[in-house]
């Protein structure tokens, strides 16, 4: 037999794997996603996202502390809002004594190294479930809305949060947003935006863990329809004339193409976002012995970094760096 070129040679041991290796997956990589509530001494478990928890502000301090110590350098903040302070003009959503708010600065201030995001869109706030205003015809008013998204970005930066993350995917949302952190004083405040974000059916289990899902219709007039792919290279250079700093892809996994693809046509950091859907679905299969959970973990964040993200927002954050430490 002769075969000119063995493949295989490359493959032949751990060693010679490991010094072939174009991608490698870091703690320093990750970004904690975590969820927190009104009340003392609540680590209330979402029962759709087996291992994530819904936790008081103080156990939330703990929680940070905990991943800071394991090496992760950023947590992404997302509040559950009670029903009572829900509104049409989701005004709760920058009262600077809000929870939102407090838990920033109570993060921040037992942690300062802690990078801390937070998420700029109005549903856990809206009475309607949307991530805009709803106008009575039942649109989702654009130019309205973009006011709210200020008043909310201004209210997290005074908090105390470094990245705000805009999610709403209203149009002209970072160039106003932007505008209003220089006029405030605020320039120091970067904006990672979720550029693009498509409407999927894979937020499910988020929506659960804060109640915030839609009261009527879905979201396809504002998030990305899933068939397109240049449509997001428009919203990158948008994001990218209007002041973004670090730009989101969000679904992630059945989105690698347009990690790539953002990757490819930007010189700013990549995000992407293994969302809720894809982190149950790993746990709900593993818990069932179907598949090994650990290391399905492993491949899937892997293969982020491997499509070109230089970051990764994901519920395994922890799991994965207790795993490196
Ligand atoms: C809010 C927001 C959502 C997610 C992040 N920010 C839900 C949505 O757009 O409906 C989803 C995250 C996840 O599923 O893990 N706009």
Known sequence: MQISSRPRRNRSSRGIRDLIAETTLDTSDLIAPLFFLEGKNQVVPIESMPGQNRYSVDELVKKVRDLSSLGINCVS?????????????????????????????????????????????????????????????????????????????????????????????????????????EENNFS????????????????????????????????????????????????????????????????????????QKLKLNTNL??????????????KAASQKGWIDGEAVMIEMLTSFKRAGADMILTYFAEEMARLKS
């Open 77 to 181: 903040l997302f509040p559950v809002v009670a029903d009572g302070l829900k509104s049409k003009t989701a005004r709760e959503s920058y009262n600077s004594d809000g929870l939102n708010q407090i838990a920033v600065a109570e993060v921040k201030n037992a942690c300062p190294d802690m990078i801390v995001m937070t998420d700029i869109a109005l549903d856990p706030y809206s009475s309607d479930g949307h991530d805009g205003l709803v106008s009575d015809s039942g649109e989702v008013l654009n130019d309205e809305t973009l006011e709210i998204l200020a008043k909310m970005a201004l209210a997290q930066a005074k908090a105390g949060s470094d990245i705000l993350g805009p999610s709403d995917m209203m149009d002209g949302r970072v160039g106003y947003i932007r505008q209003a952190l």
């Open 188 to 259: 120091n405040v970067s904006i990672m935006s979720y550029t693009a974000k498509y409407a999927s059916s894979f937020y499910g289990p988020f929506r659960d863990a804060l109640d915030s899902a839609p009261k009527a219709g879905d979201k396809k007039s504002y998030q990305m329809d899933y068939r397109n792919s240049e449509e997001a290279l428009r919203e990158l250079y948008l994001d990218e004339s209007e002041g973004a700093d670090i730009v989101m892809i969000k679904p992630g996994i059945s989105y690698l193409d347009i990690i």
């Open 269 to 282: 950091p990549v995000a992407a976002y293994n969302v809720s859907g894809e982190y149950s679905m790993v």
